[in-house]
């Protein structure tokens, strides 16, 4: 299976739909997928899971896959239908604040927090059935695209899932796709059918919040919470569920969840705090890495916003403060920048309204003098334009060393001529016979292209490059 036969499965489905619903040409050609790679399976590994074997986290990245562009376009689509699942939450800070809102009368009744978390969910999830559960929330055209239409590119679009690993062609038949824009929103809608089924059986438990695939409750006491967890894992036989208990402490029952800790006391108080996983290494950006120092600023900035904004009392907050001191200290920022973060203000001239639009001017990043130079004359003539800068990033370092790669492409048509890894690349064919020239772009690898003219009897280089003795090639940039 190549991407060039899913690009043609998914491109026939879409053309179709287009047809038969007067979608204008401009539009259709946007979402036409051309010149794609097949998805490229990676993993990560759960670094906070402890136990003999490592456990990984399965992706998929479908960056450029025949199916990104609908995938995209259909996750806008359904995005709206998120506001009728009530238990969904969009962040942590979102629960942190719905807990806030609730009475004391709620937490004395129902003092017991704790967390079900869905085993592997995405991959859990049987396709036809996530379709059938989104479509069937739909009762108006999305734009312009009716029901039946939307059943038509999910299906395409889930069930020619590909991908590469160590050199061969794989085909996800069950669960939806890690590394898909529209997985998550399909998992969402597909937890809200059955966590409604069980929380009509269980009057017993308020709040209930979810994101994603953890979810937080209240009940009265353990043996309710172990009840409320055999209801959830017997609704499915795909999903299975682990439940996290809190820990009895003297002010009250206290539960960490994705970054902060809930604690409910005896007398229906709650409090919060900042809360980091043990496995969580002392790693933040580095002082010396080649970015912008107002870049750091603003990750320091944030990070202590976030510690903030979990943290119900300064005492905690000024804890977890000073905690984070030290790790940026451990990554080389000087006394001088802590202490400036944490006093931080913003000083403007001229402040400029909100509804501002900017202008954004990208170049490379080559210091911090010359950034300033460059602000100051766009300010002085009140201008409203940044300077952005793109990040020399681990993988960018890696992948620009001087290893070559090596293709291992069976039957690769321009073999020994180096250029077969290289993509992003405008191409150069000259015909050793006529010297006609033919100049090409292509985002996929060179040989891939090549490969394209060769089995396009329609090419106009069909004929010219059957064979690598009839024409040279290279890259000119």
């Given amino acids: ?47 906070h899971k402890t136990g003999p074997a490592i456990k990984i986290r399965p992706i998929v990245s479908n960056t450029n896959g025949p199916t990104q562009r609908l995938s995209w376009l259909l996750a806008n689509a359904l995005k709206p239908l998120l506001k009728d699942v009530p238990a969904h939450l969009e962040n942590s800070l979102e629960l942190i604040k719905y807990i806030q809102a609730g009475d004391f009368t709620t937490n004395k009744t129902l003092p017991y927090p704790c967390s079900l978390d869905v085993v592997s969910l995405y991959t859990s999830i049987p396709i036809q059935e996530a379709i059938t559960n989104a479509t069937d929330r739909i009762h108006n055209t999305i734009f312009h695209l009716a029901k039946q239409d939307i059943k038509d590119l999910l299906t395409v679009t889930l069930n020619n899932m590909y991908f590469s690993f160590n050199n061969q062609v794989f085909r996800q038949k069950e669960g939806l796709p890690m590394g898909s824009n529209i997985s998550a929103i399909l998992a969402i809608l597909f937890m809200d059918r059955f966590e409604t ?8 438990i308020r709040p209930y919040k979810r994101y994603v695939d953890d979810i937080y409750l209240q009940t009265t006491c353990e043996d309710m ?41 005896k007398d229906g108080k709650c409090s919060f705090e900042f809360y980091k996983k043990t496995a969580k290494k002392p790693i933040f950006v580095h002082h010396q890495s080649a970015i912008p120092k107002k870049s750091k600023i603003n990750f320091i900035g944030n990070e202590r ?48 309204p909100l509804n501002t639009e900017w202008l954004y001017m990208k170049i490379l990043y080559i210091s911090e003098r010359l950034n300033y130079r460059i602000t100051s004359i766009f300010r002085k003539e009140d201008i409203p334009v940044r300077v952005a800068h793109k990040s020399y990033t681990l993988r960018r370092a890696l992948s620009h060393n001087n290893k070559e790669r090596t293709c291992t492409r069976a039957n690769c048509p321009i073999s020994g001529t180096k250029l077969c890894l290289v993509r992003n690349a405008v191409y150069q064919i000259t015909c050793n016979n006529c010297n006609q020239h033919y100049i090409g772009s292509t985002i996929r690898f060179i040989h891939d292209r090549v490969r394209g003219h060769l089995n396009n009897d329609n090419s106009s280089l069909s004929a010219k490059t059957k064979s690598t003795k009839a024409s040279k090639l290279r890259a000119l940039y």
């Fill in 1 to 47: 299976m190549s991407a060039q036969t899913v690009e043609n499965k998914v491109n026939s489905t879409w053309k179709k739909i287009c047809l038969q619903n007067e979608i204008p040409s401009f539009v259709r050609k946007s979402f036409i997928a051309g010149n794609t790679d097949l998805p490229r399976f990676y993993h990560l590994i759960k670094t």
């Fill in 197 to 204: 089924i069980a929380l009509s059986s269980h009057l017993s």
């Fill in 225 to 265: 919470a172990d009840q409320f967890h055999s209801t959830m894992d017997n609704l499915h036989p795909k999903l299975k569920f682990e439940i996290e208990k809190p820990e009895i402490t003297p002010s009250g029952h206290s539960l960490s969840l994705i970054d902060f800790k809930v604690t409910i006391s």
């Fill in 305 to 352: 916003k976030r510690i903030e904004d979990k943290c119900s009392t300064k005492t905690k907050a000024r804890k977890h403060q000073n905690a984070f001191d030290d790790v940026l200290r451990l990554n080389g920022y000087p006394e001088s920048i802590i202490n400036k973060t944490k006093h931080s203000q913003n000083h403007q001239e001229k402040p400029r």
